[in-house]
């Protein structure tokens, strides 16, 4: 019980300490306070404290230096794609330019990975991406919607039979749900991207990789639009 509470205490440490640098309470550069100040300021021992900086530093986030102390690192340091920074991220809302990032990486990768679970998608594939769109279909708020396309585009990664994609699926997960709860909220129908999902999915199902490559890219140039305020008509 004691290693459980303490490993919850250096945890909690970490996130808070996470998100305070993540969502810019703490500028790269910022010297932490030392560490008994600190760990009495966040009422928790030094061990726990001192653990919960392994762990940030682990992640990129901050350095000690000797006769400097621990300071904030740049963010190019930063794990970008560790699922903590993320998480950090995406809970002290994206900006606009993590945002724009996101889909510039989905950009890059789902009409690719769409393209391939079109020539290598088996039945087993195939029906999960087509349970993940009649969920979709059948969702009744933009919560069970968001969880729905979640479900779709993990099922299209997984169909391509690359296992490297699907761990970068898991990677990005926490973002990309986050985005797709956001895009769903901003619009006045959360269903508005359903045809271009059909249409990723038809694709697929009858093994026409352009087809759907360009449905995947669609889809997120309209998801991107929709995010920016830029949507002017209803997708078709």
Known sequence: ?????????????????????????????????????????????????????????????????????????????????????????????????????????????????????????????????ELAYLAMEAARNSDEWAVADLQFHEAVLNATHNELMGSLFSVVETALESFFVQSARKSGDFKYSLPYHRQVFDAIRRRQPEVARRAMQQMIMDSRANMTGKRTRKSA
Not at 79 to 89: H, K, N, P, S, T
């Open 1 to 129: 019980m004691r290693v459980a509470n303490a490993r919850n205490l250096h945890g909690h440490v970490t996130q808070e300490l996470g998100v305070r640098i993540v969502s810019g309470q703490l500028r790269p550069g910022d010297v932490l306070p030392r560490e008994e100040t600190l760990a009495e300021q966040m009422a928790v021992s030094r061990t726990a404290l001192r653990e919960a900086m392994r762990v940030l530093s682990a992640k990129g986030l901050v350095e000690a230096r000797p006769k400097v102390g621990t300071r904030v690192r740049e963010e190019r340091y930063w794990q970008q794609l560790d699922a903590d920074v993320l998480a950090w991220r995406c809970a002290s809302m994206p900006p606009a330019d993590f945002v724009q990032k996101l889909v510039q990486m989905r950009e890059i990768f789902e009409p690719a990975a769409a393209a391939l679970a079109a020539r290598r998608c088996d039945a087993l594939h195939l029906k999960q991406i």
